[in-house]
Each structure stands twice: as structure tokens, then as C-alpha cells.
T-cell receptor, first 111, second 112 residues
Framework: DAGITQSPRHKVTETGTPVTLRCHQT?????MYWYRQDPGHGLRLIHY???????DKGEVSDGYSVSRSKTEDFLLTLESATSSQTSVYFC??????????FGEGSWLTVV | GESVGLHLPTLSVQEGDNSIINCAYS??????FIWYKQESGKGPQFIID?????DKRQGQRVTVLLNKTVKHLSLQIAATQPGDSAVYFC???????????FGTGTRLKVLA
């Protein structure tokens, strides 16, 4: 494994509640990414970070926010969870122009 | 990015045969490509990568071929084993974009 830990691994939450997923790395990589994976859509980029306090949007960022206050942690927040955000969320880490490595995923169900 | 369908294409091969999985990428400016393997319930796992200044790269039992003229990438797995059963997908990184675009994947089934 590439030194990536995602938490929680599984969560069920109610519509309208805020949810925060955490990605923790021990590799000191500059870049961190949050993807969601849904049947028929593959992996889609939500947000990414290119350094502490430096983040940018991906293709499916609506309804999500991120924060990176230190190199090792990248947090994904669903401000008010909706059923359409039921998905598997993957964190990835790496350096530009090189392989990115994925965590084991966080399964989120919004009921 | 690529258009997607609701069902993953599936490749079924006999154990011991060679497998070839194809991927069409979208951006002619992409200069780095990666193949991943994803087993059920797990995160994508790196298999092999290739840069745009190369046409071919070999690893252990795997070979990646890159055809920039037609924007095509392929993954060849030699002597396919039951443990190779998984979903495989390619990723491209556009020069300077810091973003990776993923294909929807191909499911490989290894028949005993």
C-alpha cells in the first residue's frame, strides 16, 4: 500500500446532514485528489490539492468542499448530503507527471 | 473525457492465454498514461505506466503499447491467471494539467 488511509471506510448518513471524509498520507506527496466512482461513470475528479491550503475544483465539485491544512491530510466535506452523493469515494496521492496511488475507498450511503 | 456506458465491456479469456485490453484516450496533448487494476471492493492498483516519448514498455507479465497517431493504448497480460480477474482501466495525464482522466474500464474474466 502507498501509505494512504481513508476514514471512515463505510458510512450511512441521512439526507441533509454534513459528512466529512478524511484522507491521510504518510508519503509526503504534494498532490492529493478526491474521486468518486459510480457504475457507468468510472472515476470522476471532485477536488484536488497541490499543496497546503492550495485546492482546485474537478469536474464534479458541486456540493463538495475540501480543506488541506497540513501536507498529510485532505478532507472532503459534503455540506448537505443528498442521495445523489451515495457513492464510493477514493483518495489518491502523487506527484505531477507520475503515478497517483489510491486509497482503499470510503463507501457512503445517503438515505 | 470519454463518453461512458452503463455496462462495462467484458473480456473473457482462458487461463494461460494472453489478454489484450484496449483503451482510447481523449486528449492528444496527454503525455503520461497509466494502467490500473481494480478488484472488487478495493482501490485501483497501479500496474504499469508509459510516457508519450515511448511506444512500448514491459513489466512483469504485462506490456503497455502506445499509439499516439490514433490515441490508443493497450495492455497485454501474458499467461493470464485467475488472480488477474478484475476491472482494468487506463488513465491519461495532460501535460501541466495536474489532473488524471480515467476510462470507464474493462472487466477481465479468466476462465479455468
Amino acid at each position: 500500500d502507498a501509505g494512504i488511509t481513508q476514514s471512515p471506510r463505510h458510512k450511512v448518513t441521512e439526507t441533509g446532514t454534513p459528512v466529512t471524509l478524511r484522507c491521510h498520507q504518510t508519503e509526503n506527496h504534494r498532490y492529493m485528489y478526491w474521486y468518486r466512482q459510480d457504475p457507468g461513470h468510472g472515476l470522476r475528479l471532485i477536488h484536488y490539492s497541490y499543496g497546503v491550503k492550495d485546492t482546485d475544483k474537478g469536474e464534479v465539485s458541486d456540493g463538495y468542499s475540501v480543506s488541506r491544512s497540513k501536507t498529510e491530510d485532505f478532507l472532503l466535506t459534503l455540506e448537505s448530503a443528498t442521495s445523489s452523493q451515495t457513492s464510493v469515494y477514493f483518495c489518491a496521492i502523487g506527484e505531477v507527471g507520475n503515478t497517483i496511488y489510491f486509497g482503499e475507498g470510503s463507501w457512503l450511503t445517503v438515505v | 473525457g470519454e463518453s461512458v456506458g452503463l455496462h462495462l465491456p467484458t473480456l473473457s479469456v482462458q487461463e494461460g492465454d494472453n489478454s489484450i485490453i484496449n483503451c482510447a484516450y481523449s486528449n492528444s496533448a496527454s503525455d503520461y498514461f497509466i494502467w490500473y487494476k481494480q478488484e472488487s471492493g478495493k482501490g485501483p492498483q497501479f500496474i504499469i505506466d508509459i510516457r508519450s516519448n515511448m511506444d512500448k514498455r514491459q513489466g512483469q507479465r504485462v506490456t503497455v503499447l502506445l499509439n499516439k497517431t490514433v490515441k490508443h493504448l493497450s495492455l497485454q497480460i501474458a499467461a493470464t491467471q485467475p488472480g488477474d480477474s478484475a476491472v482494468y482501466f487506463c488513465a491519461e495525464e495532460g501535460s501541466g494539467t495536474y489532473k488524471y482522466i480515467f476510462g470507464t474500464g474493462t472487466r477481465l474474466k479468466v476462465l479455468a
